[in-house]
Every structure is written in C-alpha cells, then in structure tokens.
C-alpha cells in the first residue's frame, strides 16, 4: 500500500530542546516537502527536496533543518532557535516537474511544554 | 508578492443544499489550481484540479470548480452537501514563475448542518 508515513502524531517538546519529526513514502517520489499549519494561516512551506542531497529554503525555513540522503526519507528538525513551534506539521511528496499533485501525509502535532 | 485569498473563512450549510467556496488568486500568470480537503487532524487530500483544457473540472465526492481567468478565480462548488462533507477546504496555487511552489489559501471550514 503506498503512502507517505508521518511519527509520530503527538509529540511534546520542553522549551530549549530539539525535535525530529520523521516523514517517509514509499510513493517513487523525487521531490518531497515540509509544511507548517496554523489556524486560520492556511499551509506555509518551511523546506522542500527536488532531489537526493538537496533541499531549498521555503518561505518559514528559520529555526528548521532538513537532511535529504535517501530517496524515500525527509526528516524535520525543530530546533531550539524556533520561536513558536507549536503547530501541526505535514509532510507531502510528488513527482518532480510543475504540476503535479502534491501527496500528504497525516501530519505531526507538535506541542511545546 | 502572489497569494491567494479564501474569500469566506466558515461557511455553514444545511444538509442537501448547495455550497459554493470561493477562491481568488492575484496574478495573472499562468497558474495551475488545486482544491484540497482536510477531515480533522488528518492530511490533506486533493479533491480537483486544474492543469489546462476545458475550465469546468469535476472531482471526487461531486465537487467541482470552474476556472474564470478574467476573474483570476477558481470557485468550487457541490450542488448537494452531506454532512459528510463536513471539513476544512484549501485552495492552491502554482505560479509559473514562483519555481513550482504551492501556495495556499488560510482555508475555508465547510459545517454542514441536519
């Protein structure tokens, strides 16, 4: 069954520290992104890979890091430096090129304590 | 900068009534359009889209849409709600010139009542 997988659905960060959230699809996609949601803001963009070992900035990129090494993998991490992490995050992938249908996962919510 | 507006924020209905959930984007570029729909705490899920062709476009749970480039719009429409279709909808939009990004509308949530 192919999909994008996203853990875990609840996670919950003390101020200061740092947090990996993980996204995986098993879909054959090259270009993989990350998401933030906030009520009433819509989808903003933080990071998005087109390809292996390469990943631009989106429009919130401050205070994330991604690492792209495996086709299937695209792991998010919320670091210390972020103001205000408490949101619901999403991962999506496509295939590359203009156009194409973006696929999402189901979503991390992160809570900072 | 190019964005994209969701004119109406909550939008509640009666069940078996139809909706209409507008959706503006600022440009004139060309464009290719998506609407998506999120139940709660759930991913989203592509319920359209628009790439060329003809501008009225049919999707999943009898939801459609029609592309007014004069309008620069992309409203979606269903002539008949469940209460099923109870969610939150997101309009998208890719630029030709934003290098294939995928900007969003802040939403509109769709009650639908008894």
């Known amino acids: 069954d192919g999909g994008i997988t996203q853990s875990p659905k609840y996670l919950f960060r003390k101020e200061g520290q740092n947090v990996t959230l993980s996204c995986e699809q098993n879909?054959?996609?090259?270009?993989m992104y990350w998401y933030r949601q906030d009520p009433g803001q819509g989808l903003r963009l933080i990071y998005y890979?087109?390809?292996?070992?390469?990943?631009q900035k989106g429009d919130i990129a401050e205070g994330y890091s991604v690492s792209r090494e495996k086709k299937e993998s695209f792991p998010l991490t919320v670091t210390s430096a972020q103001k205000n992490p408490t949101a619901f995050y999403l991962c999506?992938?496509?295939?590359?090129?203009?156009?194409?249908?973006?696929?999402f996962g189901p979503g991390t919510r992160l809570t900072v304590l | 900068a190019q964005s994209v507006t969701q004119l109406d924020s909550q939008v509640p209905v009666f069940e078996e009534a139809p909706v209409e959930l507008r959706c503006n984007y600022s440009?004139?570029?060309?464009?290719?359009l998506f609407w998506y729909v999120q139940y709660p705490n759930q991913g989203l899920q592509l319920l359209l889209k628009?790439?060329?062709?003809?501008?009225l476009v049919k999707g999943i749970n009898g939801f459609e849409a029609e592309f007014n480039k004069s309008q620069t719009s992309f409203h979606l429409r269903k002539p008949s709600v469940h209460i099923s279709d109870t969610a939150e909808y997101f309009c998208?939009?890719?630029?030709?010139?934003?290098?294939?990004?995928?900007?969003f509308g802040q939403g509109t949530e769709l009650s639908v009542k008894p």
């Open positions: 879909l054959n996609h090259d270009a």
């Open positions: 999506a992938s496509s295939y590359r090129g203009t156009g194409n249908e973006q696929f």
């Open positions: 890979s087109q390809i292996v070992n390469d990943f």
């Open positions: 628009y790439l060329s062709g003809s501008t």
């Open positions: 440009s004139s570029v060309s464009v290719y």
């Open positions: 998208a939009v890719i630029f030709y010139n934003q290098g294939g990004k995928l900007i």
